[in-house]
């Protein structure tokens, strides 16, 4: 996916749902902190913009996009990318993630402005997440050097998730740490 698809779902989205103000969650939010052309195969690879919105408590508004621009939808056939409503809740993210989102607000978003994960609060959610594909695009960030494993970990400190998932975050960033 290139930035220009991007702002494309966020322009789409934002008409939809009458709401200008849009959460991007998965991999393609790092579309707003690093060009593309920066970015390894692991992180544009997705055809998918998970997108949520800030006051839609009961997804009202996320699921409007799914029967207009969703996955199968007349949008995705003719562009080949899609978006797919989501809760600001469906990801984990560290304390403090509101605060570091990256707005991408331009022409070609009008009306909407979308709020982008930080590159670091996206690569945690992603691992907290832990499925293969999750593994793979931290990997492919953390072997860029797109993400600091340093930040990484003292991002890790601050979720709230199960034991369990806390010891496998740890593990997972102490084995990319730089030797010292």
């Given at each position: 996916?290139?930035?220009?698809?991007?702002?494309?779902?966020?322009?789409?989205?934002?008409?939809?749902?009458?709401?200008?103000?849009?959460?991007?969650?998965?991999?393609?939010?790092?579309?707003?902190?690093?060009?593309?052309d920066?970015?390894?195969e692991?992180?544009?690879?997705?055809?998918?913009?998970?997108?949520?919105?800030?006051?839609?408590?009961?997804?009202?508004?996320?699921?409007?996009?799914?029967?207009?621009?969703?996955?199968?939808?007349?949008?995705?056939?003719t562009?080949?990318?899609?978006?797919?409503?989501?809760?600001?809740?469906?990801?984990?993210?560290?304390?403090?993630?509101?605060?570091?989102?990256?707005?991408?607000?331009?022409?070609?978003?009008?009306?909407?402005?979308?709020?982008?994960?930080?590159?670091?609060?996206?690569?945690?959610?992603?691992?907290?997440?832990?499925?293969?594909?999750?593994?793979?695009?931290?990997?492919?960030?953390?072997?860029?050097?797109?993400?600091?494993?340093?930040?990484?970990?003292?991002?890790?400190e601050?979720?709230?998730?199960?034991?369990?998932?806390?010891?496998?975050?740890?593990?997972?960033?102490?084995?990319?740490?730089?030797?010292?």
């Amino acid at each position: 996916m290139r930035r220009e698809h991007l702002e494309h779902v966020l322009r789409a989205a934002s008409r939809i749902a009458a709401d200008q103000e849009i959460l991007v969650i998965g991999s393609q939010s790092l579309l707003g902190a690093i060009p593309e052309d920066r970015l390894p195969e692991e992180a544009t690879a997705s055809i998918e913009v998970d997108i949520a919105f800030f006051d839609d408590v009961d997804e009202a508004k996320a699921d409007l996009v799914d029967g207009a621009i969703g996955e199968l939808s007349p949008f995705h056939e003719t562009f080949g990318y899609y978006a797919q409503g989501v809760s600001v809740s469906t990801a984990v993210l560290p304390e403090g993630w509101r605060e570091r989102v990256i707005v991408v607000e331009t022409p070609n978003t009008a009306p909407g402005r979308g709020h982008c994960l930080d590159p670091h609060d996206c690569v945690v959610s992603k691992l907290v997440a832990g499925r293969a594909k999750d593994f793979a695009f931290a990997d492919a960030l953390v072997r860029e050097r797109l993400v600091d494993p340093d930040i990484l970990c003292d991002r890790i400190e601050t979720l709230e998730a199960h034991p369990m998932i806390m010891q496998r975050l740890r593990a997972w960033v102490t084995t990319h740490l730089p030797a010292s």
